[in-house]
């Protein structure tokens, strides 16, 4: 490993920093030079700021602030602010995370300037184009010098599209050591004291653009967790993004649901581990709710985790087929994963990570033999 060899990550939303965390701290064992640049993309408090301490992050080297916009805008602001920054610093290899307009924009950025890129959570597909977030996994990955699969299925898509296997790791989930990590920690009663919610309950997450930001959808997404609301209390930590439309939609405090703002990372998972069922549209609470777990209903037509479907206690639905689902998953109680979980879901991603990175920045060619060693 060359003594000024600099890794730098670059995070910009709520999903970035729990995959990141078990990363950093893995690396800063192994006496790798690090730093993060934090890009804005999530710019509330308590969508990023309450993270980094949650997760024992250090300070970021830089914070952008780009904040919130269309994808172009937003996408320009990233490109030209992170431009400078890794002009500045000359990493020797940058780490990206997951599917955001961050992890599009650094990749896009590094593969000008010819700096080499890994990308955690490398493979994951919906076969949705519509979605933002596939668009950026596929450029993203087809730029990327190192990939790290956190499931088997990300294999054959990678392999799929032409992506010499030499540059790919099955590492498992960072985002799982993570809350490995956290689960001692993880106290329902002070939250739900705090949010006076008590006895059976649910928790929603709902920001996915298909579902908030067309005035329809979102009144029929709003419409269906009204009924689920009238099963069980649900509790709604709104993300800034489509909040607004979701109110205009009717999704206001009422009884039995309680709209709150975001959550730190140890308040959300200590809040899901106490809940009878979620309801969400985000990727990673797919994840976590199987660890937990605790029966989930994804509102969306396709996963790029189907792991937590096949191996987990993840079931997509429909608007419309949510309040029978919920009224089903909740008369079944605690939820049993579907079969085994998945593979290298141990707890050990970041370091199996962090040995890959710190092998190639010293320059080691890695035998398929080798990689099955490292991950």
Known sequence: MTE???VLHVLGARPNFVKAAPVVRALTELGVRQGIVHTGQHYDALM???FFADLGLPEPIANLGVGSGTHARQTASLLTGLEDVITEHAPSLVVVYGD?????AAILVCAKLHVPTAHVEAGLRSFDRGMPEEVNRVVTDALSDILFATSPEALSHLAAEGVDPAK???????MIDSLFSA?????PAPVQERLGVSGSYAVATLHRPANVDDPASARELVNAVLEV???VPVVVPLHPRGRQRLADAGLVDRPNLTIV??????DFLSLVRGAALVVTDSGGVQEETTMLGIPCLTIRPNTERPVTVTHGTNRLVTPASLPAAASKALADGAATPSGELPPLWDGASGPRIARVIAAWLRGDNLSPAAKGKVG
């Open 4 to 6: 000024n060899a600099l």
């Open 48 to 50: 990023s700021d309450v």
């Open 100 to 104: 955001v307009n961050s992890t599009l």
């Open 168 to 174: 790919v790791h099955l590492v498992g989930n960072p």
């Open 183 to 187: 689960l001692p920690t993880l106290d």
């Open 229 to 231: 609301a009238e099963q």
């Open 261 to 266: 703002d975001p959550l730190g990372y140890v």
